[in-house]
């Protein structure tokens, strides 16, 4: 709880003042993402990530305020559909029991974008947050969950838009996303590890 407090507070930061300043609706950016992350690194100490959460589809929306032409920043959002390792599912199965795993992130980011005439435009992006991983194990109407969470110490992105009109544009981003898992269901964790994802897809982008 404390880590969204602290997280909330540098939002607040960065888009509020943001927010009043803007006077021309065309400086803000809302963008989706639709992408593909594999897990590497370790979950914890001596525990793999792909052994417990290989990879995951994440829904990502991004909030960003135009300061110049080239450079934006503000805050986002993601949501991930988790995928089972194949040790869990079978555990899940022989248990007669619906697993499942999700992912929730949330920081804020800025972009600086290589505006040019041409139709296909380049950008790169630099970001830092929080992530937790949510375990959910369902049998009839009862239910119990696991939450782990920690810092994304950085993100690093790269991506290119391709103009379909001159508010709306859609192109490939690739991120890589560090971070360290510090606590399970607010218990520290002792042996804690380094893990990435790598996050390859694609983003509609849209000038307000």
Request: hydrophobic share 45%; aromatic share 12%.
């Amino acid at each position: 709880m404390r880590k969204l407090i602290v997280l909330g507070a540098v939002l607040a930061a960065i888009v509020v003042p943001a927010a009043s300043q803007a006077q021309d609706a065309s400086k803000w950016i809302l963008a989706f993402r639709l992408g593909y992350a594999p897990a590497m690194g370790d979950a914890m100490s001596g525990q793999q990530m792909k052994d417990a959460i290989p990879s995951q589809v994440p829904l990502q929306l991004d909030v960003l305020y135009k300061f110049t032409p080239e450079f934006a920043a503000g805050a986002y959002l993601s949501y991930g559909f988790g995928q089972l390792s194949s040790a869990e599912s079978d555990a899940c199965n022989a248990a007669g029991v619906d697993c499942s795993m999700s992912t929730l992130r949330l920081g804020v980011e800025g972009t600086y974008t290589f505006v040019t005439a041409n139709q296909f435009v380049p950008w790169l992006g630099l970001g830092f947050g929080y992530e937790g991983v949510t375990e959910k194990v369902a049998l009839g109407g009862a239910s119990a969950s696991q939450n782990t969470d920690g810092w994304e110490f950085l993100n690093l992105q790269v991506g290119g838009d391709y103009k379909v009109n001159p508010k709306f544009a859609i192109g490939p981003y690739v991120m890589l996303q560090v971070g360290q898992y510090s606590s399970i269901e607010g218990n520290s964790i002792s042996n804690k590890g380094t893990h990435e994802w790598l996050n390859v897809g694609v983003r509609g982008k849209f000038d307000l």
